[in-house]
């Protein structure tokens, strides 16, 4: 393992603790106001097309971008893993419902192969473990959010996380890794 590859996993490792150390309450409460920020953004309200995770775990939850996305007829799209690539793939209401979703590689729920695929997307709400101020993120380690940003035309990326995920320090980066355009917490959007 690389310096850099072991640092991230340090930083990982320590990060999914203290996520996984808040409340259920906290989850709610925290998500409530990060989705606020998103769907009261300037490129919420400009996106024509919007691709948008589904948390699993302590991560912050989606479902109000989702809804309001979908109230406002824009196209909403989910990831779908495939080997080592992720496509996303465009949902309608009746997608959302549970028996819609199948559970995909890594016991994450997703479209089923169905949908159609979406290959251009004005805002990309993407996950993360830590992010810094200069747009770094550190995810999970499997690279598919930063292939598919490296590849796909995205207008713009916001992350999403807990304020305590935001650290002041730079963090270690791979060649491979790519920047997001702001991140949305419980206490506002910052832009890089």
Do not use: C, W
């Amino acid at each position: 393992m690389s310096s850099v590859a072991a640092e991230k996993e340090k930083i990982r490792k320590t990060m999914l603790k203290r996520r996984d150390m808040i409340s259920s309450t906290e989850v709610s409460e925290k998500s409530r106001l990060i989705q606020l920020n998103v769907m009261n953004s300037h490129h919420f309200l400009i996106s024509k097309t919007l691709g948008v995770y589904l948390p699993i775990g302590s991560e912050v939850r989606t479902e109000e971008i989702i809804r309001r996305a979908l109230e406002s007829a824009k196209k909403v799209a989910l990831p779908r893993i495939e080997s080592d690539k992720m496509t996303f793939i465009q949902l309608n209401d009746r997608l959302l419902q549970e028996n819609n979703l199948v559970v995909g590689k890594f016991g994450l729920k997703e479209p089923s192969k169905q949908g159609t695929e979406i290959t251009e997307i004005d805002l990309l709400v993407v996950p993360g473990i830590a992010f810094d101020n200069e747009g770094s993120r550190i995810g999970y380690g499997r690279g598919y959010f930063d292939r598919y940003m490296a590849d796909t035309k995205v207008s713009f990326s916001l992350g999403l996380g807990y304020r305590f995920q935001l650290l002041s320090n730079p963090l270690p980066q791979s060649r491979l890794d790519q920047r997001i355009n702001g991140l949305s917490t419980e206490t506002g959007i910052l832009y890089f």
